[in-house]
Each structure stands twice: as C-alpha cells, then as structure tokens.
Nanobody, 124 residues
Framework: QVQLVESGGGLVQAGGSLRLSCAAS????????MGWFRQAPGKEREFVAA????????YYADSVKGRFTISRSNAKNTVYLQMNSLKPEDTAVYYC?????????????????WGQGTQVTVSS
C-alpha cells in the first residue's frame, strides 16, 4: 500500500514556474514507477510525465516537453515536477500516481495509487 500527498500548487502568472512535490509513504517507494497526470475542468485526465523506479528513464507528454522536468529522491520518498514557462493551458489539478512496473505506463488506468491532487492555476 502506498499513500501519496501532493503539494506545491498555486497561482502563477504565465511564464512563471512552480515545483510540485509528491511525498509517498511506505518503505518500497524505490520500486514504484511514478507519474504525474493533470485534469482541467471539463476535460479528461491526461498524462504529463513519468519516471522509472530507478530514476534512469523519464517520459513526457509532447505538450510539456522542454518545459517540465520530473525527478525523484528515493531517499526522501518524494517525486518532483519542476514546471517552467507555464502557460494558461497548463491550468489543472495535478495528480501523482504510482505503479510497480518495469516500464513507464502513460495511461492512468495502469496506475494503482493516486494522490488527492493539487491545483495549479496559470493566469494570462
């Protein structure tokens, strides 16, 4: 069982930056692939980024590539999402998710554990 708690959301102007954190409980965090997803009002939840359990591989949605960076600290049981050059279309509730997997799933149905979400609002 893994419990996830996101933090770091807020209101920022377009072009600004935020760093989201996701703290995980449990002793086996290092064996989980971690993902970030987001859901805007009236839209389906979409994949943002993910990082392999080892930290050696990452994957990004085309819409955030070059602007967002996912990283993890297995020592701190935490995964991060550094978001730069934010745009109004990045406004959404951001969720972190976890799954035991040797690959990097990009579909939300493949993830087993979810946080409660943190709101990110980018003003124009």
């Amino acid at each position: 069982q893994v419990q996830l708690v996101e933090s770091g959301g807020g209101l920022v102007q377009a072009g600004g930056s935020l760093r989201l954190s996701c703290a995980a409980s449990g002793r086996t965090f290092s064996s989980y692939t971690m993902g970030w997803f987001r859901q805007a009002p009236g839209k389906e939840r979409e994949f943002v980024a993910a990082i392999k359990w080892s930290g050696t591989s990452t994957y990004y949605a085309d819409s955030v590539k070059g602007r967002f960076t996912i990283s993890r600290s297995n020592a701190k049981n935490t995964v991060y999402l550094q978001m730069n050059s934010l745009k109004p279309e990045d406004t959404a509730v951001y969720y972190c998710a976890a799954v035991r997997s040797f690959v990097i799933p990009r579909s939300d149905v493949e993830y087993d554990y979810w946080g409660q979400g943190t709101q990110v609002t980018v003003s124009s």
